[in-house]
């Protein structure tokens, strides 16, 4: 809690000309510049009854800011926090699954504080159900041409060669597939910066008639979209939670003449079943409801229909694909598996076939953090890290490596002594596998032939596993050249 320049937790004076109170929780006085003959700042004034008569309240909108009490009302007009009107392609929960409120218990306790036997019976019910999947997955770690300079640019830190090698490993993945080509729409979920966009544009060349959709529900800073500038790709950024977008309803999209491309790198937990259920269910399935003729039927006699449709069955007529299908691909890092949630989960048919419901996916949601967040203990450090991360999802400065955002109640150190660290990553890897094959399920019901495949090196990232999707009437990524 904040005290002012008086607490006797106080030590030195505020720089001169800036504000004299003492925030605790930063363990330093306030910045912020202070007007000819003040103590305090604005947002600090009211701290100080002395110096200013007027009260400060905190924004009923949002609490992180204070108003003067007198100018409320007019604040609120004005406030970056009000409620704006919401776009178009804004429904709410529109992506997000049914909510079954008898499913869930009203409390679960953290793992640490199940007792041994009962740590045990989950980790059976685990094992039992992943009995016949195959933990190991093959290996596509690939790069692309574009991004070779980027890569060996001496100026590079560790971080940002990171970076580019996923992001490489991703591009190369889209191209195998043969989803890098012109006259379709990229939807980069979780967006960030834009920088994976950003290298599929110049892997793209002067491909013709591209769009970019950045969906990011965070104003974001430094931005690499806006830089683009070409004639032939154009980039729209949607600052909307994945929960409430609907892609019909975007004017490029809504005549449906772009195949689209639904993008990510390490689209965070909740939010790679949100992007999932926004393109196969809310998206293709507009499609099939407004029972539209098939865009490779008005395009059929068009010299460039390969370049739209490269992955068709061959030796039907013209090339064109049996069935067109809205959704051309998927190509999605995974990515911390502990912040998943029952209700969104595309999986639940899948759990449920297996005999698990809520309650297991909750622990093995929460378990799952043990494939990567390794042995090391929870400090007052870790918990600010937690913090900064939980704010910022997608920043590209962070990676989400260590399971997490450090969660107490489930660190290694304060569960009983059944397993070995090794036995716990394994548990943790068959908790994040399960999760992802109810995801290969609900695509393969949807008309997709899905597959896991790791993309990078564990060195690179822990979080090293890509989900690719093509149509059923396409080749399957196991086999394509």
Same mark, same amino acid.
């Given at each position: 809690?904040?005290?002012?320049?008086?607490?006797?937790?106080?030590?030195?004076?505020?720089?001169?000309?800036?504000?004299?109170?003492?925030?605790?929780?930063?363990?330093?006085?306030?910045?912020?510049?202070?007007?000819?003959?003040?103590?305090?700042?604005?947002?600090?004034?009211?701290?100080?009854?002395?110096?200013?008569?007027?009260?400060?309240?905190?924004?009923?909108?949002?609490?992180?800011?204070?108003?003067?009490?007198?100018?409320?009302?007019?604040?609120?007009?004005?406030?970056?926090?009000?409620?704006?009107?919401?776009?178009?392609?804004?429904?709410?929960?529109?992506?997000?699954?049914?909510?079954?409120?008898?499913?869930?218990?009203?409390?679960?306790?953290?793992?640490?504080?199940?007792?041994?036997?009962?740590?045990?019976?989950?980790?059976?019910?685990?094992?039992?159900?992943?009995?016949?999947?195959?933990?190991?997955?093959?290996?596509?770690?690939?790069?692309?041409?574009?991004?070779?300079?980027?890569?060996?640019?001496?100026?590079?830190?560790?971080?940002?060669?990171?970076?580019?090698?996923?992001?490489?490993?991703? !591009?190369?993945?889209?191209?195998?597939?043969?989803?890098?080509?012109?006259?379709?729409?990229?939807?980069?979920f979780g967006a960030g910066k834009g920088r994976l966009s950003h290298w599929v544009d110049i892997a793209l060349k002067d491909a013709e008639k591209v769009h970019f959709i950045l969906v990011e529900k965070v104003t974001t800073r430094f931005k690499v979209d806006g830089k683009h500038r070409k004639k032939n790709s154009v980039f729209e950024r949607l600052q909307i939670d994945i929960q409430h977008l609907c892609l019909n309803k975007i004017p490029v999209l809504r005549e449906g003449k772009l195949p689209v491309v639904g993008i990510g790198k390490h689209l965070c937990g909740v939010a790679t079943d949100l992007a999932l259920r926004c393109l196969v269910e809310t998206y293709a399935a507009s499609f099939e409801e407004r029972n539209e003729e098939p865009l490779a039927k008005r395009i059929k006699n068009d010299k460039t229909e390969k370049e739209i449709y490269p992955l068709t069955k061959e030796g039907s007529e013209k090339n064109v694909p049996e069935k067109w299908n809205p959704?051309?691909?998927?190509?999605?890092?995974?990515?911390?598996?502990?912040?998943?949630?029952?209700?969104?989960? !595309?999986?639940?048919?899948?759990?449920?076939?297996?005999?698990?419901?809520? !309650?297991?996916?909750?622990?093995?949601?929460?378990?799952?953090?043990?494939?990567?967040?390794?042995?090391?203990?929870?400090?007052?450090?870790?918990?600010?890290?937690?913090?900064?991360?939980?704010?910022?999802?997608?920043?590209?400065?962070?990676?989400?490596?260590?399971?997490?955002?450090?969660?107490?109640?489930?660190?290694?150190?304060?569960?009983?002594?059944?397993?070995?660290?090794?036995?716990?990553?394994?548990?943790?890897?068959?908790?994040?596998?399960?999760?992802?094959?109810?995801?290969?399920?609900?695509?393969?019901?949807?008309?997709?032939?899905?597959?896991?495949?790791?993309?990078?090196?564990?060195?690179?990232?822990?979080?090293? !596993?890509?989900?690719?999707?093509?149509?059923?009437?396409?080749?399957?990524?196991?086999?394509?050249?």
């Open positions: 809690m904040a005290t002012s320049a008086t607490s006797p937790h106080a030590t030195g004076f505020p720089a001169e000309g800036r504000c004299g109170y003492y925030v605790e929780k930063k363990k330093r006085f306030c910045r912020m510049v202070v007007a000819a003959g003040k103590r305090f700042c604005g947002e600090h004034a009211g701290a100080a009854e002395e110096e200013d008569a007027r009260k400060r309240i905190l924004c009923p909108l949002d609490p992180k800011h204070t108003v003067y009490e007198d100018q409320l009302a007019k604040h609120l007009k004005k406030c970056n926090s009000r409620e704006k009107p919401k776009p178009d392609f804004y429904i709410q929960d529109i992506n997000a699954g049914l909510k079954d409120e008898t499913e869930i218990p009203e409390q679960l306790v953290p793992i640490s504080s199940l007792s041994e036997e009962q740590l045990e019976k989950l980790i059976k019910k685990l094992r039992k159900a992943s009995e016949g999947l195959d933990s190991t997955l093959k290996d596509h770690i690939m790069s692309h041409p574009a991004l070779h300079s980027a890569l060996n640019d001496p100026k590079n830190g560790d971080s940002a060669t990171k970076h580019l090698k996923q992001q490489a490993s991703i !591009v190369g993945n889209i191209e195998k597939l043969k989803l890098l080509g012109p006259r379709r729409c990229f939807v980069e959704v051309a691909g998927i190509v999605i890092a995974l990515c911390c598996h502990h912040r998943c949630d029952w209700r969104h989960y !595309v999986g639940k048919e899948y759990f449920r076939a297996l005999g698990l419901g809520a !309650v297991e996916f909750h622990y093995f949601q929460r378990m799952s953090s043990w494939a990567t967040c390794g042995m090391r203990k929870t400090s007052l450090e870790d918990s600010n890290i937690t913090t900064k991360r939980q704010d910022n999802q997608n920043d590209d400065s962070e990676e989400h490596d260590d399971g997490g955002y450090r969660i107490t109640d489930d660190g290694a150190d304060n569960l009983p002594g059944l397993l070995s660290i090794e036995e716990k990553k394994k548990t943790g890897h068959l908790c994040k596998l399960l999760i992802d094959q109810g995801r290969i399920q609900y695509l393969q019901q949807k008309g997709f032939s899905p597959a896991l495949q790791y993309y990078t090196d564990p060195l690179v990232s822990l979080e090293n !596993v890509l989900l690719t999707a093509l149509p059923d009437h396409s080749s399957s990524p196991e086999t394509t050249a």
